[in-house]
């Protein structure tokens, strides 16, 4: 048994070595770049066209030292050593069966790998890939893996590949790797209008439950902000607003509201909805021939609690459904946004702007 275990070891351990010394020898030289937006240099491209070949390994990949001296001792500037008579010349000094050369090629709207697989005893071209991009410069590391996989019948990442390849697709972070991140924290002006039933008791007197006001209130506050999803030209954000109306007709009506929003880094549109949280005056009372009635206790007549200048201070809260676009003035962001806080007997309407520098 021990002696059918030993040749079995033996007869694996000389089929695999048997199996590396077949591994043809294979060398990468020649990545030209052609108006080239990214700070990889040919001799990066050939270093990252190496070592995805080494990962597939079905060949022997030559170092990059050994064909750099190789380059010096042929008198060739590997800059300029991009043609097939000068790859083969190479392939031939360093004792290659395979040459891999090629070029990453940039243009207005797209980005273009194209590598070609020489055969060095015959001289023919044996097999090429072209692959087209979106232009990312900084994903030129993940085009090669795509491109020398397909090249060689190997599983890609499919997801990857969509990303980089489909234009009509949603941009995302790989895509657009350098978008700047829309900050609009600042600041917050603006004027609010009150409809229904809430507007009647505002312009009503004092001694009525009514607050003696116009119906619009001017406003003031600040937006903070914090993003928590990013991807591309958008980002998921949520927005804190404390606000004060109505100092303009000597009422102070504080406000939070809290947006759960999705903003265009680039064209600067936005929309969100959330909740606000406001404290407002209200009392219990009860309607009789027409008057809201506080501590009258009428009999027969049923309570309700209502906005109402005579009551005590207590938290309502309502929904906002919240639109906006930011302009862009050099470094000064200025956003508009409209609102609408829904309501079943008073709807409100605003509009706020602000500034900030950009970030």
């Given at each position: 048994?021990?002696?059918?275990?030993?040749?079995?070891?033996?007869?694996?351990?000389?089929?695999?070595?048997?199996?590396?010394?077949?591994?043809?020898?294979?060398?990468?030289?020649?990545?030209?770049?052609?108006?080239?937006?990214?700070?990889?240099?040919?001799?990066?491209?050939?270093?990252?066209?190496?070592?995805?070949?080494?990962?597939?390994?079905?060949?022997?990949?030559?170092?990059?030292?050994?064909?750099?001296?190789?380059?010096?001792?042929?008198?060739?500037?590997?800059?300029?050593?991009?043609?097939?008579?000068?790859?083969?010349?190479?392939?031939?000094?360093?004792?290659?069966?395979?040459?891999?050369?090629?070029?990453?090629?940039?243009?207005p709207k797209k980005?273009?790998?194209?590598?070609?697989?020489?055969?060095?005893?015959?001289?023919?071209?044996?097999?090429?890939?072209?692959?087209?991009?979106?232009?990312?410069?900084?994903?030129?590391?993940?085009?090669?893996?795509?491109?020398?996989?397909?090249?060689?019948?190997?599983?890609?990442?499919?997801?990857?590949?969509?990303?980089?390849?489909?234009?009509?697709?949603?941009?995302?972070?790989?895509?657009?790797?350098?978008?700047?991140?829309?900050?609009?924290?600042?600041?917050?002006?603006?004027?609010?209008?009150?409809?229904?039933?809430?507007?009647?008791?505002?312009?009503?007197?004092?001694?009525?439950g009514g607050f003696?006001?116009?119906?619009?209130?001017?406003?003031?506050?600040?937006?903070?902000?914090?993003?928590?999803?990013?991807?591309?030209?958008?980002?998921?954000?949520?927005?804190?607003?404390?606000?004060?109306?109505?100092?303009?007709?000597?009422?102070?009506?504080?406000?939070?509201?809290?947006?759960?929003?999705?903003?265009?880094?680039?064209?600067?549109?936005?929309?969100?909805?959330?909740?606000?949280?406001?404290?407002?005056?209200?009392?219990?009372?009860?309607?009789?021939?027409?008057?809201?009635?506080?501590?009258?206790?009428?009999?027969?007549?049923?309570?309700?609690?209502?906005?109402?200048?005579?009551?005590?201070?207590?938290?309502s809260t309502a929904?906002?459904?919240?639109?906006?676009?930011?302009?862009?003035?050099?470094?000064?962001?200025?956003?508009?946004?409209?609102?609408?806080?829904?309501?079943?007997?008073?709807?409100?309407?605003?509009?706020?702007?602000?500034?900030?520098?950009?970030?």
């Amino acid at each position: 048994m021990k002696k059918q275990m030993l040749i079995l070891v033996i007869s694996l351990s000389f089929h695999a070595l048997r199996a590396q010394q077949t591994k043809q020898k294979i060398a990468v030289v020649g990545i030209e770049r052609v108006n080239a937006t990214g700070s990889s240099t040919s001799e990066n491209l050939a270093s990252m066209v190496a070592m995805e070949l080494e990962k597939i390994e079905s060949f022997e990949v030559l170092d990059k030292y050994d064909i750099r001296s190789s380059l010096k001792n042929l008198n060739i500037n590997p800059e300029d050593c991009y043609g097939k008579t000068c790859i083969l010349q190479v392939g031939k000094a360093i004792g290659a069966n395979k040459m891999l050369g090629g070029l990453v090629e940039t243009y207005p709207k797209k980005m273009v790998v194209n590598l070609r697989l020489i055969d060095v005893e015959s001289g023919q071209l044996e097999r090429q890939q072209v692959k087209e991009f979106n232009v990312v410069p900084l994903e030129v590391n993940s085009m090669i893996e795509i491109s020398v996989k397909s090249m060689f019948g190997q599983k890609i990442d499919s997801l990857l590949n969509r990303r980089l390849t489909q234009t009509e697709g949603f941009d995302n972070a790989v895509t657009l790797p350098n978008v700047q991140r829309l900050k609009a924290e600042g600041p917050r002006m603006g004027v609010a209008l009150i409809t229904g039933q809430i507007a009647n008791i505002m312009t009503r007197k004092g001694n009525d439950g009514g607050f003696n006001a116009h119906p619009y209130l001017f406003q003031f506050g600040y937006q903070f902000e914090t993003e928590y999803l990013n991807a591309g030209k958008y980002q998921a954000l949520f927005e804190f607003i404390p606000m004060v109306s109505g100092l303009d007709q000597g009422l102070f009506l504080p406000s939070v509201t809290v947006i759960n929003g999705l903003r265009n880094n680039i064209n600067g549109w936005e929309i969100g909805i959330g909740p606000i949280f406001r404290i407002t005056t209200q009392a219990n009372g009860q309607w009789v021939d027409g008057q809201f009635l506080i501590d009258q206790n009428v009999a027969d007549v049923p309570y309700e609690k209502r906005l109402d200048s005579r009551g005590k201070p207590a938290l309502s809260t309502a929904v906002v459904i919240a639109a906006g676009k930011t302009l862009r003035s050099g470094k000064l962001n200025l956003p508009i946004n409209a609102y609408m806080i829904p309501g079943k007997d008073s709807w409100q309407f605003g509009l706020s702007f602000g500034f900030n520098a950009s970030r």
